[in-house]
């Protein structure tokens, strides 16, 4: 079994010595090779890094206790920025590949794996389950604010959700209706159902969390079925809110995100072949 308290001495020993930094031969182990090819380009950078760290991990290449490279060390190393080196650092963590050791670092530890991954998200790309958590996320808080928007509204606000609606379905009869537009109408339908809460702090809160949510309205992610069920679904949130009804609106809703959840899974199930060998 490998012991912690070994590197950590021997880290000690070697900056007092002045022989090596953090980030030599020794501390990363001695076969540099093993750190060759983790070079990544620009698209999906944390999923890149973390599926060729764990291949190494779950080859043997990358044994027990070995300490990774630092947050510098991995940049050199791939060419990747630092944000993207935490996500993928922390994505492997979360999943039981490695353990952040204090003064030591990052090492790959051998936690008991399949517990970790049959989790909601653990079979997920960075990617995937980022979508899923910011789906998770508007399950959570949206449907409440939809109710408190029926009971807090006045009749000459509704245009804030009105003219969105009209926008949409108007736009969704054409031809070939503007992806980029319906994107923009949705946001600012759900923007305005935050607005007309009356609550600056859930305001505030959907305003923020619109960044974390652009990847559910990713352009890959609307299909045309997906563009009508959720044109569908304002109308009928718009029409319990109209009518006062916070049950029908924040039931509305939450029938509105478990589509749209449906429809994201339909386009990126999770590879049963996949889950199977991760076990």
Request: hydrophobic share 40%; aromatic share 4%.
């Amino acid at each position: 079994m490998f012991r912690y308290a070994e590197i950590a001495a021997e880290i000690g020993r070697t900056r007092r010595s002045g022989r090596i930094g953090a980030d030599s031969r020794m501390v990363w182990g001695k076969n540099m090779s093993v750190w060759s090819g983790l070079r990544v380009n620009d698209q999906s950078v944390p999923d890149q890094l973390s599926h060729k760290l764990i291949e190494r991990i779950e080859s043997g290449v990358l044994e027990e206790g070995v300490k990774l490279p630092s947050e510098r060390g991995f940049i050199e190393l791939t060419g990747a920025s630092r944000t993207s080196i935490r996500e993928a650092l922390h994505d492997l963590e979360r999943r039981g590949y490695v353990k952040r050791i204090p003064r030591v670092g990052t090492v790959v530890s051998r936690q008991d794996r399949p517990a970790m991954d049959q989790n909601l998200f653990g079979d997920l790309s960075h990617s995937q389950r980022v979508i899923r958590e910011v789906m998770d996320l508007r399950s959570v808080i949206e449907p409440p604010i939809a109710g408190r928007a029926a009971t807090r509204r006045s009749d000459g606000e509704l245009v804030l959700l009105r003219e969105p609606l009209e926008a949409a379905e108007a736009e969704l009869a054409k031809a070939r209706p503007s992806v980029t537009e319906m994107q923009r109408l949705d946001v600012a339908f759900h923007s305005g159902i935050a607005r007309l809460s009356h609550n600056a702090m859930l305001t505030r809160l959907m305003d923020v969390t619109s960044e974390w949510m652009a990847p559910s309205r990713g352009a890959t992610l609307q299909t045309e079925r997906r563009m009508r069920l959720s044109v569908g679904a304002h109308r009928s949130i718009y029409e319990a809110v109209r009518i006062g009804d916070p049950a029908k609106a924040a039931a509305a809703m939450s029938d509105h995100i478990a589509d749209v959840s449906e429809s994201i899974n339909a386009l990126h199930p999770i590879d049963e072949k996949d889950h199977e060998e991760s076990k």
